[in-house]
């Protein structure tokens, strides 16, 4: 299209947006329409064919009664009429005047009463019709049958080409940008096809679609057509033209009646087609030769495009969920590439383009992962997407679609060809990583069903320029620049569904990766504690066979010697000590930690630990207790219970400052056996109750050598006894340790 031409269509389209389609002051010569007052019912406009019709001059019969010019009887029928709470209840009215069946049709509008008196087609006889009340009946059970949307629409555009006998009956949808496609078609096999075909928003403006939503059906039985003025042309009262949204006779646009010409038609009919209040599409028909379809199968088909519209809201949710169940297939096998992948879950996805591409019908994929960028099929440069990717995740969502992406991010532009609409997912990790999906601009990929090499004949005379099939899709082209199809309700589903899987796989790896981690570690600290004990025990006993030889009352260089190796002794010890904690560490958490019970008296078993523990207790001048119900018995590994004495014991003296008490009780509790170690030493604060049993936790604070271990295998060694262990503190007052062992009865 060349600029002059664009800007031809610029002015046309200008002018159509101006176009008064509401007040036209004028009517399609079909009928006559007449406004009349309440409740007297005296002519106030009257088109000017009254005069053709019924051969009474229009202004003679302005403020005459409406009597006057269709007779007592039919006034009398017309004042019946509005006696009905709907006028669309009233029956109908038929009238003969002056050698002429009309149809009466009423309507309230803006306060006033429009009366259009309607040339009633006799005998209408569309091919192929017999009865049409039958067929109606038929033809809706057929619609509740059809299985698929687009079964509906076929049946729906093929039933009302029957009844009307219209050379061709399309439905045409609306996308979201006002941009339509045929998407049904019944045609006599004479005409051009149309079905698949796009056209312009343009091409219908925005105040007729407004028009068409409040207002179900249009008729134009003969666009080369004289449209008949209103007498006066201004309603008296207003001072305004008429509004004739809502009369059947509205005279329409003239460059409408010249794209129809354009179109190869002269009689045309729609039927609007609302999902909700939204209008969603159109029945559009079409003859070749003048048709004026009568009212009442005009009804018909109004009846038709409402059951259509119901059924068009109904279907289009089961149609989501059809296009949910066609992907689920396509998101197992992803689901399973990413479970088999060894290393990351995107490598995964990478090894299976085809399905991925195919998962959302995209032209081209990129997979990103840290540094790698896998693209398939048509995408843009590496660099362009790397660009986009980082703009997306700026954007933070974590699935953004767009059919028009430069319209959001300009840069786009530039790649729009292949990337014109764009799908993407990516999951929340400190690397980057996503799935982007690829659609090529739409006009790229539909050809019109002629030549679209073919340079286009544009006629500059009339209004003619732009208003034919070809030159309309040239516009479409336009308006689709940088448009890719749109993603489905299924579409969006799958991202949103492989980045659910991606995320729940991601996830499994890295809790596998975590406990590898702390398996090798384990296993690392198990060797290694068991490889030093040896080479340990050696340098304790060298320690004590040195002791002797450097005893500490010889010589002061003797002296010396024998402290160091004191100190040496006691650090070899302490080492020991870790030694063990940690073989048992690795043994609780590997579940291999055993224990050799055997009958254990109780009292006796806190005789021993008494003398043992006391010492330590006595150097910091802290007084210890131990005390047992008598005769108690347990079935207990001796020196594991002790070990644990010892540690609560230990802590307890550890954490309280001189002076303090340490108290050791063992009662009978039901089945079990509670001993309690209560101190009343500095407590334990509220967040770190929770902790004091987990592995390596401990507080360095005062406590130098704490490894964090004790507790973690007293907590073990209770367990393996069957029992259990709690730790209650009041900070400031004291803890106090409670542990379980079953009775031995
Ligand atoms: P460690 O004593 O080597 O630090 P433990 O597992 O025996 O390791 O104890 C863990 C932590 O629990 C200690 O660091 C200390 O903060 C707290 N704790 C244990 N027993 C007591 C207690 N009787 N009084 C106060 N705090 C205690």
Sequence with gaps: MTPQDKEAFEELLANCADEPIRFPGAIQPHGLLLTLSEPELSIIQISANVETLLARPAPELIGQPLQSLIGDAHAAQVREALQQSTLSDAPPLHFRLNGTAFEGLLHRHQDVLILELEIHVENFQPRNVAGT????????????????????????????????????????????????????????PSMEVFNGLFFPASDIPEQARELYRTNWLRIIPN????????????????????????????????????????????????????KGDRLWGLISCGNRQPLHVPHELRTACQTIGQVLSLQISAMEALEVSRQREEKVEALALLNQAMIDSPQNVFDGLANQPQVLMALANAGGIAIIEDKQLHRYGNCPEPEDIRALHKWLQERGEPVFASHHLASVYPPAAQYQQVASGVLAMSLPKPVDNGVLWFRPEVKENINWSGDPRKPLDLENSDAGLRLRPRTSFEIWKVEMAGISTKWSHGDLFAANDLRRSALENDLARQVRREQEAVRARDELVAVVSHDLRNPMTVISMLCGMMQKAFSSDGPHTSRRISTAIDTMQQAAGRMNTLLEDLLDTSKIDAGRYTIAPQKLDVAQMFEEAQSLLAPLALDKDISISFEADPDLSIHADPERLFQVLSNLVGNAIKFTPRLGTVDVFAKSVGDDIVFTVRDSGEGIPKDHLPHVFDRYWTVKEGNPNGTGLGLYITQGIVEAHGGRIVAESEPGQGSEFRFTVPRLD
Excluded: W
């Design 223 to 274: 666009a080369d057509y004289q449209p008949v003025p209103l007498v006066p042309k201004l309603r008296p009262d207003t001072q305004t033209p008429l509004d004739l949204s809502f009369a059947t006779l509205r005279s329409v646009s003239p460059i409408h009646c010249q794209y129809m010409k354009n179109m190869g038609v002269l009689s045309s009919m729609s039927i609007s087609l609302l």
């Design 133 to 188: 009340e039958t067929h109606l009946g038929r033809m809706l059970a057929r619609l509740q049958k059809a299985q698929s949307l687009q079964a509906l629409y076929d049946i729906s555009v093929k039933e009302i080409q029957a009844m009307t006998g219209y050379d061709r009956v399309l439905i045409y949808r609306f996308e979201e940008e006002g941009h339509g496609q045929v998407i049904a078609e019944a045609s006599d």
